[in-house]
């Protein structure tokens, strides 16, 4: 559907996510990639998307009850769930282990991550597929010595099945990723020769970067053909499995915000929007500096423009998506179309601040759209739900 048809359909602020975007998206990744790649797709970059991203990828990584909760609602298929997090609740984890005999796999991030899933498989006489997630120098994942410790076990009901591993996002740097594979490449080699096991897996999370800004530059091409060569440069009878959300996500998604005043004075040309930085996490506060992909509603020519301060609706001074962008014409009325907005814009913003209205969600494929959440009270949230006397 057209930005005009949607823009004629719902009502500012709200975020519209293109299926046939996502699965053009989700093609062009696994065709840059070894043919023998599989996607897990990190449902925590956008829950909307995921009734249609399950079934081009091979797996949905879950970091929170609350995401299962949503694939529990959407039937998504318990094979393809990989369940991970750095905090895993007991009573959480217990209702996961007794109730689905099917779910995928399971993450294990510290050695009391490894005793909760060791102790509740064996209350409920189960076996469980488990990924060890290794640390990369910050909060998350087990050190050597603790995945070392686990593999002297060899616990009859974990079902070891390999490794994740993830540093960082927006990785663009070909030496870091060439480390990580070595180093990865290395220690896969002497445990499987220490301990005569074998590791079938290994979960990469490639933090693959996104563009969202006309003054940044990536050549992404270049960029899956390196991680293709290095891909190929682990033992051939490994599964690679390639975690992404961003990259998945971002190009599906667009937002729409209304201006609804101007103003000028000394310190330049103000547009307020309905929408804010909370609603755009990555353009707000330090970002404003650059110019995101947008376009405008109604289209305006490049000539005679002004320069504009593009402003949110939070009563804080931090509330600028963009400084001084040129504008012909600028009028209220106008719709500013950000685009790249599929990922985590949606649920990473301050969105509670103020008690402003949640923007609208609406889903577009092939020209068929549909409303899949309405403009939503906040203030319902931030209300305290006592009676003073």
Same mark, same amino acid.
């Given at each position: 559907?057209?930005?005009?048809?949607? *823009?004629?359909?719902?009502?500012?602020?709200? +975020?519209?996510?293109?299926?046939?975007?996502?699965?053009?998206?989700?093609?062009?990744?696994?065709?840059?990639?070894?043919?023998?790649?599989?996607?897990?797709?990190?449902?925590?970059?956008?829950?909307? !998307?995921?009734?249609?991203?399950?079934?081009?990828?091979?797996?949905?990584?879950?970091?929170?009850?609350?995401?299962?909760?949503?694939?529990?609602?959407?039937?998504?298929?318990?094979?393809? !769930?990989?369940?991970?997090?750095?905090?895993?609740?007991?009573?959480?984890?217990?209702?996961?282990?007794?109730?689905?005999?099917?779910?995928?796999?399971?993450? =294990?991030?510290?050695?009391?991550?490894?005793?909760?899933?060791?102790?509740?498989?064996?209350?409920?006489?189960?076996?469980?597929?488990?990924?060890?997630?290794?640390?990369?120098?910050?909060?998350?994942?087990?050190?050597?010595?603790?995945?070392?410790?686990?593999?002297?076990?060899?616990?009859?009901? *974990?079902?070891?099945?390999?490794?994740? +591993?993830?540093?960082?996002?927006?990785?663009?740097? $070909?030496?870091?990723?060439?480390?990580?594979?070595? +180093?990865?490449?290395?220690?896969?080699?002497?445990?499987?020769?220490?301990?005569?096991?074998?590791?079938?897996?290994?979960?990469?999370?490639?933090?693959?970067? =996104?563009? +969202? $800004?006309?003054?940044?530059?990536?050549?992404?091409?270049?960029?899956?053909?390196?991680?293709?060569?290095?891909?190929?440069?682990?033992?051939?009878? !490994?599964?690679?499995?390639?975690?992404?959300?961003?990259?998945?996500?971002?190009?599906?998604?667009?937002?729409?915000?209304?201006?609804?005043?101007?103003?000028?004075?000394?310190?330049?040309?103000?547009?307020? *929007?309905?929408?804010?930085?909370?609603?755009?996490?990555? $353009?707000?506060?330090?970002?404003?500096?650059?110019?995101?992909?947008?376009?405008?509603?109604?289209?305006?020519?490049?000539?005679?423009?002004?320069?504009?301060?593009?402003?949110?609706?939070?009563?804080?001074?931090?509330?600028?998506?963009?400084?001084?962008?040129?504008?012909?014409?600028?009028?209220?009325?106008?719709?500013?179309?950000?685009?790249?907005?599929?990922?985590?814009?949606?649920?990473?913003?301050?969105?509670?601040?103020?008690?402003?209205?949640?923007?609208?969600?609406?889903?577009?494929?092939?020209?068929?759209?549909?409303?899949?959440?309405?403009?939503?009270?906040?203030?319902?949230?931030?209300?305290?739900?006592?009676?003073?006397?």
């Amino acid at each position: 559907m057209s930005y005009e048809e949607l *823009i004629k359909k719902y009502e500012t602020p709200f +975020y519209a996510f293109d299926f046939q975007v996502l699965r053009e998206r989700i093609d062009y990744i696994k065709n840059s990639l070894p043919q023998n790649t599989a996607l897990c797709y990190a449902v925590k970059a956008n829950t909307f !998307i995921i009734s249609e991203a399950q079934k081009h990828v091979e797996r949905l990584e879950v970091c929170s009850e609350g995401e299962f909760e949503v694939c529990e609602a959407l039937g998504v298929d318990m094979e393809k !769930i990989v369940l991970s997090g750095v905090y895993k609740t007991p009573n959480f984890i217990r209702r996961v282990i007794e109730q689905y005999d099917n779910l995928g796999i399971y993450t =294990v991030e510290s050695i009391s991550q490894y005793e909760l899933l060791k102790n509740l498989a064996k209350e409920f006489d189960k076996k469980i597929n488990v990924l060890v997630r290794l640390n990369s120098k910050n909060q998350f994942g087990v050190t050597e010595e603790d995945f070392r410790q686990i593999l002297e076990e060899k616990n009859e009901r *974990i079902s070891l099945k390999g490794i994740q +591993y993830f540093s960082t996002t927006q990785k663009s740097s $070909f030496k870091k990723l060439k480390r990580e594979f070595d +180093y990865l490449s290395q220690l896969i080699n002497r445990i499987e020769e220490e301990y005569s096991i074998k590791i079938h897996e290994l979960e990469y999370g490639t933090g693959s970067p =996104v563009c +969202y $800004f006309k003054e940044e530059s990536f050549d992404e091409e270049e960029y899956f053909e390196i991680l293709s060569q290095l891909l190929s440069s682990l033992p051939t009878d !490994i599964k690679i499995t390639l975690e992404m959300g961003r990259s998945i996500a971002a190009s599906c998604g667009t937002y729409y915000s209304k201006v609804v005043d101007k103003k000028s004075n000394k310190a330049g040309n103000f547009a307020i *929007i309905d929408g804010g930085m909370n609603h755009l996490v990555y $353009f707000g506060q330090s970002m404003a500096m650059k110019h995101p992909y947008f376009e405008m509603y109604p289209h305006r020519a490049d000539d005679n423009a002004e320069l504009w301060n593009i402003c949110g609706s939070l009563c804080t001074v931090n509330d600028i998506l963009v400084k001084s962008l040129p504008v012909t014409n600028l009028d209220t009325g106008d719709i500013l179309i950000f685009k790249n907005t599929g990922a985590y814009c949606m649920c990473e913003g301050i969105s509670l601040f103020l008690s402003r209205e949640l923007p609208a969600v609406v889903i577009d494929d092939n020209g068929n759209s549909q409303l899949v959440r309405n403009h939503f009270k906040t203030s319902q949230l931030n209300k305290p739900n006592f009676n003073l006397k």
